[in-house]
């Protein structure tokens, strides 16, 4: 099965077309009562599809619909399938419209006639954020700011840093400055006030606990222009399904001007799934920031 466990959840839908040819007559004997079965099996397939395709993740279906189409001896059978999951819903909707014309054909058949399936294709796929690529402009630069007293001081080595810079790297972000600085709240307001001048990104890793020595919210507060409460939701609630003490750190986004300022944990995995949790998708900020209308 593949590991989608840093994905996160989306609004997926999937439509799967199979066309069917009827021979000899045999469109005669397809009606309402043999549609209804072939829907039972269609939707029986798509639910259990992750039992059958070893790279299927279980999914909770909001819909299932089936249609049909019969020109002559040429039928269309549609399965749409929705839900909100962390991938594609291509091979559960294929599954559906394959058992629908298996079950057809085994309800139909007979000596002198028989059913052909002629063709199997997706015809509709959104899921995931590939759709939402083209909304993410391109030549951004960031800034990386590790605030830690003891990694300043040469004692721990920094990994949550480099974390951020590995994921900003695979959104094609250029990191133009990286800087391991202590936890002191006037160096931190210091280099946000100059770092935000000449880059789109300026990302703080560490000080946001409640120690007495986080003071990295403190420090930016005053700085931000606006605060974007729903990026700061996004990475505490992505946290918070993977570890309980998530809902303790103060995370913070907002901009200065027109950079975007973020302040992540400074664990490791707490820095790294900050980023999964948010990027790229967060990078659509820069179109709006741009002037750039929604779609």
């Known amino acids: 099965m593949t590991d989608t466990s840093n994905h996160i959840k989306t609004a997926c839908v999937s439509t799967a077309q199979i066309d069917i040819e009827l021979n000899n007559g045999l469109e005669s004997r397809y009606n309402k009562e043999v549609f209804a079965s072939v829907k039972v099996a269609a939707q029986l397939a798509v639910k259990n599809a992750f039992t059958l395709i070893p ?7 909001d819909s299932i619909a089936i249609t049909d189409e019969i020109q002559g001896s040429h039928l269309q059978i549609q399965v749409t399938v929705k839900a909100i999951h962390k991938s594609n819903l291509d091979a559960e909707a294929m599954l559906g419209a394959s058992v629908a014309g298996i079950t057809l054909a085994d309800m139909l058949n007979a000596e002198e006639a028989s059913v052909n399936i002629n063709s199997l294709k997706v015809i509709k796929s959104k899921s995931g954020l590939k759709d939402f690529k083209r909304m993410y402009p391109s030549n951004l630069n960031a800034a990386v700011i590790v605030c830690s007293d003891t990694i300043s001081e040469g004692i721990k080595e920094d990994r949550a840093g480099k974390a951020i810079m590995e994921k900003l790297a695979e959104s094609s972000v250029d990191v133009s400055h990286y ?32 120690s007495f020595r986080d003071v990295t919210p403190e420090a930016l507060a005053p700085l931000l222009d606006r605060n974007i409460p729903g990026i700061e939701e996004a990475i505490r609630s992505y946290g918070q399904e993977r570890m309980p003490f998530a809902m303790l750190s103060r995370s913070v986004a907002g901009t200065i001007g027109n950079c975007l300022v973020l302040a992540l944990p400074g664990s490791t995995n707490g820095a790294r799934e900050s980023m999964e949790a948010i990027f790229p998708h967060v990078l659509h900020v820069f179109k709006i920031l741009r002037g750039q209308a929604h779609d």
């Open 55 to 61: 790279n299927v993740s279980p999914a909770f279906m």
């Open 179 to 210: 800087e391991v600085i202590p936890d002191e709240k006037e160096l931190i307001a210091e280099r946000a006030k100059t770092l935000s001048k000449t880059n789109n990104l300026l990302i703080y890793t560490g000080g946001t606990g409640l």
